[in-house]
């Protein structure tokens, strides 16, 4: 069967960046199920637990649907100061009354609300921030600053025995910090089937990129998996527009150019020109179809490669869905709010809203019964917020997905279960909500 790691060998790896601090459970396990039924080779997630649990949750629906080609998860982890690893903060009792919230309206994750209407919460939701640091010039008191998030070194043997990669950031100068975290980590290493290094440009790069591979897989005890490298070129950047991605072709040619032990793959300011400027330079292997087949790469055993491995997408890739899953929010949140009103005999806050989202579930006409006809646990399995349950919007979110997969994979592309769905709007073997009228 078609693995990962083939598609890193032939130039045609896709990795999905939830982001290394991003923690809205619910929009991970929807990204990464539409992202993994469009073809996607790795999900790239939070070190936490619960984010990884959101994520195999995601897998494993993905596995239901049909998926026979799961792509690996990963996790990230750092070893110093970094951008992707931070949260923003203020406090929203300061605002004054008359700021026109540019906070609120540059935030690429809605990670910024005031006066959030189902409980009143204002400021950030951490969860969802991934810290961008978008917001923190645009403050016109200058008081949002941002947190570091961290974990400690002993919860990284548990949390690498629920994934197969993990990923390193670092900064040039950081052998030291890196060598300590690469002490917690090295115990998992020869079940890992992955380990990538991601590292922004900087002076005296290459021989920084070097050291860690000569640490992490000395001759006397080379590393049993394949490494990655990462060129970061502009974190988080990929959503902000087509210059974006200038930063990191620049940062990849340099190091392919470098013949270092490893794969190249890029990262930060990636977005839909990323794919065509690679093939712009002679950078990816062009497929062509012959006859029924396509072409690909010859496997790459030995280094250097003169192509490109891949390429991981973060914020354009999560921006490219959002649409669909905050229509996903919009149709469950009164479906779940009834059912919970009915489990606990509340009062509806807006019968109107629920009767319109449930007119069409062959319910009674009050809305507490309306609610209860849909309450029992074998009726609300698996949650009305997973994407699954909503044919058309998982079709729309894996129809959206491919458009950035299939730039890479080409002809390649063979997921059945994505060119159903994006042919195809409701498959009849997934249990389903209708669309409500
Ligand atoms: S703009 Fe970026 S840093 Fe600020 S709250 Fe939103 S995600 Fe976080
Ligand atoms: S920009 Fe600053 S002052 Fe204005 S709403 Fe945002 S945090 Fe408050």
């Given at each position: ?196 290094i991601s590292c922004p440009d900087g002076d005296g790069l290459i021989d920084y990129l070097r050291s860690l591979y000569d640490y992490i897989s000395p001759p006397s005890a080379p590393l049993a998996c394949p490494v990655v490298w990462q060129t970061d070129g502009r974190p988080m950047s990929g959503d902000i527009g087509d210059g974006a991605t200038r930063a990191t072709v620049k940062l990849g040619q340099k190091v392919l150019a470098a013949g270092l032990p490893g794969y190249v793959q890029l ?171």
């Amino acid at each position: 069967m078609y693995t990962p790691l083939q598609s890193l060998r032939e130039g045609r790896w896709f990795k999905l960046i939830c982001g290394a601090s991003f923690q809205h459970l619910p929009a991970i396990r929807n990204l990464t199920l539409a992202y993994a039924l469009a073809g996607a080779d790795c999900v790239d997630v939070a070190a936490d637990p619960a984010v990884i649990h959101a994520a195999q949750e995601g897998l494993q629906a993905a596995l239901r649907l049909g998926c026979d080609r799961l792509p690996w998860l990963m996790v990230s982890l750092n070893d110093g100061e970094d951008p992707h690893f931070r949260k923003a903060v203020f406090d929203p009792a300061r605002c004054p009354a008359d700021c026109p919230r540019p906070c609120e309206t540059i935030c690429p994750a809605q990670a910024i609300t005031f006066d959030r209407s189902a409980d009143g919460h204002s400021g950030v939701i951490a969860s969802r921030c991934y810290g961008c640091g978008r917001c923190l010039p645009l403050c016109p008191i200058q008081q949002i600053t941002t947190q570091a998030t961290a974990i400690t070194p002993g919860m990284i043997p548990a949390l690498l025995a629920e994934v197969d990669a993990v990923e390193i950031h670092t900064q040039v100068g950081r052998l030291s910090e890196f060598r300590r975290l690469w002490q917690a980590i090295a115990p998992a290493a020869s079940r890992l089937r992955l380990v990538a290094i991601s590292c922004p440009d900087g002076d005296g790069l290459i021989d920084y990129l070097r050291s860690l591979y000569d640490y992490i897989s000395p001759p006397s005890a080379p590393l049993a998996c394949p490494v990655v490298w990462q060129t970061d070129g502009r974190p988080m950047s990929g959503d902000i527009g087509d210059g974006a991605t200038r930063a990191t072709v620049k940062l990849g040619q340099k190091v392919l150019a470098a013949g270092l032990p490893g794969y190249v793959q890029l990262a930060g300011g990636t977005n839909r020109h990323t794919v065509p400027k690679l093939h712009a330079l002679g950078l990816l292997y062009r497929q062509e179809t012959v006859g029924d087949h396509c072409t690909t790469a010859p496997p790459q055993s030995s280094f250097p490669s003169k192509f490109i491995a891949g390429v991981a997408y973060g914020s354009y890739a999560r921006v490219l869905l959002s649409p669909i899953l905050e229509r996903l929010d919009a149709r469950s949140a009164p479906l779940l709010e009834a059912v919970s009103a009915a489990q606990t005999n509340a009062p509806l806050s807006n019968s109107s809203s629920y009767q319109s989202h449930l007119g069409s579930y062959d319910s009674p006409d009050d809305p507490v019964s309306l609610g209860r006809s849909i309450t029992p646990q074998t009726a609300i399995e698996p949650s009305l917020a997973h994407l699954e349950r909503h044919a058309d919007l998982l079709a729309q979110a894996v129809a959206q997905a491919r458009t950035l997969v299939t730039q890479l994979k080409g002809c390649a592309d063979e997921s059945a279960v994505a060119v159903a769905l994006s042919h195809k709007p409701a498959l009849d073997t997934i249990p389903i909500l209708p669309k409500p009228g």
